[in-house]
Each structure stands twice: as structure tokens, then as C-alpha cells.
């Protein structure tokens, strides 16, 4: 059974949030992860880009994200098969331990299951983890970690997947589960995903939507980490607060190619996340349109079974357009003035994996990250280690 807990689990050339693969085999598995990385960065948190109530990232010395531990299993019962876990895992914005994953899955049919519980709910393939976060996640969700509560219907094989999903708030930075007076339904965020494999490439994608969005964007709170798993205060939008309020569609695309016979490999993401309303403020309503469009490519070589080094090229492309009366005191008020910004960063990371004993992985990193998200260019370094452990506990 491959790794089920991606936060949890990650070494950096891992890829994130792997679909759940199915196996014969009955057994109960702990899982451990020690994930320790020392940066050489001069500011303390992330460039503050102008993305509507999407605070910076925190960039302390030491970070200790991902690190964690968990279980998983699977079995029988009535003759069906399924499988669960439970995992807890650091967050470095907020400082504490997280629920990650809660899941049950159900075995259906053989090309049938159903997953209830805490998951990620982009049902694509997503970037491996870096030392720091991703332009893509940092753009989307402020956070470097996407989980939601809800359910994925899952229909496939290895080769060629559909998945659907539907997930309550907050699935979605600001999405608000529907008036239950209007929709017997409390759903925040809609997910639908495919991926298939055609001899040694992988191309999946997925589309998901957000019916109702409220979200503050005021810049007054920016110095502030604000966790995509915070609620708005929607009494205060209009008032004391500046929000976007309508609804997000987004539509994020992933590839990777990775011949078993080559050193080579190449991974490639690309996304575009549209919000529409109306941006809701002190000084009036206005019409709000923002376009968020992003791409990332890995290349990566193994000099050999434990040596590999991975070049990483990642953009953000942000565009805004308000129009109304009083649109461009509003955009001031949101944080929204600074009109089509595009940050980049360019980085190579070295891995190197410690022979260990069975069921432990260690791996040493180092990593050099140009970022341009900034007026001037910054150097970030990085040195880290990540040790994971899934040691069985039954059968012995």
C-alpha cells in the first residue's frame, strides 16, 4: 500500500496527496515523521502578495511542518474491504499539531470506492514538498496544506480515474457552506478530478467550485497569518471589514513523465482560479473580478539509487478588475491596488537518502531558491532532514 498520509509523510522528492491504491493484504501500520529544515532567509514571513485576505507565509528560522504521526489499516468486514487512517501533523502557521487525515474508505467494487472524512480535496496530482511552499498553494489558500472534511467518490483503476467530491466549510479559504433554508445541503466545495497513464506519463485534472465565497480582504491584517481553516467574520464585511463576497471556480492541470529506464524526470503543473462578486466595503460595493493564473515545472535527475537533484521553475501571474464607484478607494481598502504582479522563484534542490534499516526512510537536503516575489530578488538557502518511519503492528 503506498503512503496515505502526504502531509505526514513527504521526503522532497515525494509527490503530494498520492490517490489511494487498493491491496490483498490486511494490516494495521504506524506512521512517524520527523520533517526538521534550517533556512537562510532574511525576512520572517513570505512576500505579501496582492491576493484578496491571503496573508503571507511564516518563514522562521527552523521550521518543523509536516512532521507527524498516524495509523492506517485495512481489513474485511461482511466481506467488504476498507481501509482507514488517522494522522496529526505540525502546521508552522499555526503553530500546533492538526487533525490531517480522517478517513474511511469503502471498497465498493473493484473500480468503485467511496472516502468519508478529513482529505485533500484537489483530486489531482500536486507538486512535491520544498522547504518552503509552493507559488501555486501560496496563491490558492495562504497555507502550504490543503485538507477539507467531506467525501470523494472514486470510479477506476491505477491507470484511468474519475473522482467526485463534495466537501463542507472551510473546504475553501472563505467558502461558506449553502443557506440550509434554500439547499438541503452544506456543501462549500465541489470537486471533480480524472487522471490516466499512458506508458511512463501521468496527466490528471481537476475543476472545482465554490458556490458561496465570503472573505475578508482587508490589508490592515496582513502582518497576520490568517490559516485558510479561519472563518470570516461576515457581520463586520461592509462595516469594519472589506470582503469579496460571490463565488471561486479553479481548474489546476498536472503531468508527470518518468520513464523507468531514465535518470530523467519532468513534472508539470499549471492552474487559473477565477473569484466573482462584488468587493463589500466601508467606502461602498463594487464589482470584483480576480484571476489568479499559475504554472510550476520540476526536472529532476538521479545520479544514482540515492543521489538526485531537482530544478524547480514556478510563477504566479495576479490580475484584478473592480469597477464601480469609489473602485479604486475599495481596492486600497482590500489590499487590491497592485494590479497584474507576477512572482517568480527559481531553485535546485539535492536529496540524498541514508541507507537505514527496513521500514525508515532518511533523507538529507539541501537547497538554494532564488525569489522574485519581491521588488529585489532574495537568496533563500535551506538545509533539512526528513526521517519517516511505518513500522507494522499487525500482523507481527
Known amino acids: 500500500m ?8 513527504f521526503s522532497p522528492l515525494s509527490q503530494a496527496h498520492q490517490p489511494v491504491e487498493q491491496t490483498a493484504e490486511n494490516r494495521l501500520q504506524a506512521l512517524v515523521q520527523l520533517d526538521i529544515r534550517r533556512l537562510n532567509i532574511d525576512a520572517a514571513t513570505s512576500a505579501n502578495l496582492p491576493l484578496a485576505g491571503i ?46 487525515h480522517i478517513r474511511l474508505g469503502w471498497q465498493m467494487q473493484p473500480q468503485l470506492r ?22 501555486l498553494m501560496q496563491g490558492l489558500l495562504g497555507d502550504d496544506h490543503w485538507h477539507a472534511d467531506g467525501a470523494m467518490l472514486q470510479y477506476g483503476s491505477t491507470a484511468q480515474r474519475l473522482r467526485l467530491g463534495a466537501f463542507r466549510a472551510p473546504a475553501y479559504r472563505g467558502g461558506q457552506g449553502q443557506d440550509a433554508g434554500q439547499n438541503i445541503s452544506n456543501v462549500a466545495l465541489w470537486s471533480l478530478g480524472a487522471n490516466t497513464t499512458y506508458q511512463d506519463i501521468n496527466i490528471s485534472a481537476g475543476l472545482l467550485h ?57 513534472a508539470g503543473y499549471a492552474m487559473w482560479r477565477q473569484e466573482r462578486g462584488v468587493l463589500n466595503g466601508v467606502n461602498g460595493l463594487v464589482d470584483y473580478q480576480g484571476d489568479l493564473y499559475g504554472g510550476l515545472v520540476d526536472v529532476g535527475y538521479a545520479w544514482t539509487d540515492r543521489l538526485s537533484t531537482t530544478l524547480r521553475a514556478e510563477t504566479l501571474s495576479i490580475q484584478h478588475e473592480i469597477k464601480g464607484l469609489n ?33 525508515q526512510r532518511v533523507t538529507l537536503n ?31
Open 2 to 9: 503506498p503512503i496515505l498520509l502526504p502531509a505526514l509523510l
Open 55 to 100: 496573508a503571507p507565509l511564516r518563514q522562521d528560522e527552523w521550521l518543523y511542518g509536516r512532521s507527524g504521526f498516524g495509523v492506517r489499516g485495512r481489513g474485511t468486514l461482511y466481506q467488504q474491504q476498507f481501509d482507514a487512517e488517522a494522522s496529526w501533523a505540525y502546521s508552522d502557521q499555526e503553530q500546533k499539531l492538526l487533525a490531517d
Open 114 to 135: 467511496l472516502d468519508l472524512g478529513r482529505m485533500n480535496p484537489l483530486p489531482a496530482e500536486q507538486p512535491a514538498a520544498w522547504p518552503v511552499a509552493d507559488l
Open 210 to 266: 465554490v458556490p458561496d465565497l465570503i472573505r475578508e480582504s482587508t490589508r490592515d491584517n496582513s502582518d497576520v497569518p490568517l490559516p485558510h481553516t479561519h472563518d470570516t467574520d461576515i457581520s463586520a464585511c461592509g462595516r469594519s471589514l472589506t470582503c469579496v463576497d460571490g463565488n471561486a471556480n479553479l481548474v489546476w492541470l498536472g503531468s508527470r513523465w518518468q520513464p523507468t529506464e531514465s535518470a530523467f524526470s519532468v
Open 327 to 359: 473602485a479604486r478607494v475599495i481596492a486600497r481598502d482590500a489590499g487590491l491596488l497592485d494590479n497584474d504582479v507576477t512572482p517568480k522563484r527559481f531553485g535546485v534542490l539535492f536529496s540524498y537518502a541514508l541507507p537505514v534499516m527496513a521500514q
Open 366 to 396: 539541501a537547497a538554494v531558491i532564488e525569489d522574485q516575489t519581491r521588488p529585489e530578488s532574495e537568496l533563500v538557502s535551506s538545509v533539512g532532514l526528513v526521517w519517516r518511519a511505518e513500522p507494522t503492528l499487525w500482523p507481527r
